[in-house]
């Protein structure tokens, strides 16, 4: 689903985007072009042993701004991988962790391979290369860069990261905070996983919270009943549709994948489909009757919210004025181009852009950063007191009821719930719940109330760039 050659590369596109919200500013001279610049980009090369010959790799570390350090932002493996994509990926990294306030400047890496050439012990090989370069240059480093899983890498490869670093410094009591996305026996956090595909459910739980929003999109009711078409079903998409459909009552139509789609009416199985891809590693054969082969038509299909979940660009200047969803969610970085971006807006469609939208993966890093770094995981001093405070309160109410003949009698379900104090899991949920609203509402007081902002990518970008200036101006920039 590549994009038309007219339009701009994904790094111009973001520039675009940004130079658009930018121009609405009253910035001192010269700090937009700060803003907006890539600090740099590290590009290595270096060979790695298999298979009996050297093979040579590419790969990339960009960091976009350090007004806040570390930065952060996840690492990439896919043969599309180039700097232009690993710098628009930076940048978004800058304007997601302001917006969402993860104490973070913006970064990203990448490298160019298809991990399904190769084995597990070979990708073990590559990545421990790879990070080797990185780490060497502090380009990944508990207090300067602190990479994360993105397309084509998870916990696995995290896992190889940060042992690597600990085989390089071996006194670094912090070094398992080089990494974040690391599977929870190797210093992860409870929920990192789901973390991406969670935020976006937060994040159309609280836009249907919105009436005004809500109304802009000409939609009516709450998120019950909607119906969703999902692009990718990686961990990303995956995860999204899962807790939509069964948790806030949306059926999922349509689910498109490298080689097809599978579009549906009454609603597609999420997890039978996600296991048929786990196994297979396609989508074909799953149901040949539901089967649209050209599956990027799928995106022009009715429904209510159409949901990118993978690569960047795929709503773009040949599909734009075809889709029909009044409402897009951008769960990957920049599924919709600046020129689409423009069509879809004098559409009226409402977009939920992607620095806020699937900002949940940056968030629980953050968390997951600030265990490593307090050695001790959330809720261990807590939970076990909190449970007993609540003890001690159910019981004074039942012993008071029973003096005054009442024989209150509260029901065993409720008092499990209540007795129980929360767990990791469930803190790192309400940390994200609470982010997402937040950040939500800033948005959205800037869409609402400015008659210049008629969209709430602009209003995001407006949020995110108005707290890294002020963050380079109490530096005295
Ligand atoms: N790769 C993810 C993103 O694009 C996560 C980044 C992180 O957790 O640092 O937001």
């Known amino acids: 689903m590549s994009q038309p050659a007219s339009e701009p590369s994904f790094r111009e596109s973001v520039d675009q985007m940004f130079n658009r919200a930018v121009s609405l500013m009253d910035l001192s001279p010269g700090l937009e072009e700060k803003i907006r610049v890539c600090n740099a980009t ?116 995290m896992a190889w990261i940060a042992d690597q670093f600990k085989r390089m410094n071996t006194t670094d009591i912090n070094g398992v905070a080089c990494v974040t996305g690391k599977p929870t026996n190797a210093g992860g956090i409870q929920g990192r996983t789901e973390a991406t595909g969670r935020g976006v459910q937060y994040a159309l739980r609280e836009f249907f919270r919105d009436a005004e929003g809500v109304k802009k999109a000409g939609m009516s009711g709450t998120l019950d009943g909607k119906t969703v078409i999902v692009q990718g079903l990686g961990n990303v998409g995956y995860h999204a549709a899962k807790f ?30 996600r296991a048929w891809l786990m196994k297979h590693g396609t989508i074909v054969g799953f149901s040949d009757s539901n089967l649209v082969e050209d599956g990027a ?17 795929v709503i773009n200047l040949s599909n734009a004025e ?11 970085n920049g599924p919709v181009t600046v020129g689409a971006d423009e069509i879809l807006r004098r559409k009226g469609t409402v977009i939920i852009p992607d620095m806020y939208a699937n900002a949940g993966g940056v968030t629980v890093s953050y968390f997951e950063w600030v265990k490593n770094l307090s050695h001790i995981r959330f809720g261990r001093m807590q939970r076990r007191q909190e449970e007993a405070r609540h003890q001690l309160l159910l019981d004074e109410l039942e012993r008071l009821s029973t003096d005054k003949g009442l024989n209150w009698q509260l029901s065993p379900n409720f008092k499990e719930k209540y007795l129980r104090g929360a767990d990791e899991l469930e803190l790192v949920r309400s940390g994200l719940d609470d982010t997402m609203r937040a950040a939500y509402s800033q948005m959205a007081t800037v869409w609402h109330s400015r008659d210049d902002v008629d969209d709430l990518r602009t209003a995001a970008y407006l949020v995110a760039i108005e707290k890294v200036a002020a963050s380079y101006q109490a530096k005295g920039l």
Do not use: W
């Open 322 to 332: 075809r889709v029909q969803a009044p409402l897009i969610i951008e769960a990957a």
């Open 42 to 157: 590290y590009t290595v090369r270096f060979g790695v042993r298999l298979r009996g010959e050297i093979k040579t790799f590419t790969g990339y570390r960009s960091v976009h701004s350090e007004h806040m350090e570390p930065v952060k932002g996840g690492i990439r493996f896919a043969l599309g991988v180039n700097q232009d994509e690993v710098e628009a990926l930076a940048a978004l990294m800058t304007y997601k962790c302001a917006l969402v306030e993860a104490p973070f400047g913006g970064s990203k890496g990448g490298l160019c391979i298809d991990p399904r050439e190769y084995s597990a012990q070979e990708m073990e090989l590559i990545t421990r290369r790879f990070a080797y370069e990185l780490i060497k240059r502090d380009l990944i480093n508990p207090a300067q860069n602190v990479p994360a899983p993105d397309m084509g890498t998870g916990e696995r490869e």
């Open 297 to 313: 038509k799928v995106l022009e299909e009715p429904c209510d919210i159409l949901l990118p979940a993978a690569l960047e660009g």
């Open 244 to 273: 939509l459909s069964e948790e806030d009552g949306c059926t999922i139509t349509g689910i498109i994948e490298r080689d097809g789609a599978l579009y549906d009416p009454n609603g597609l199985d999420v997890e039978s489909l």
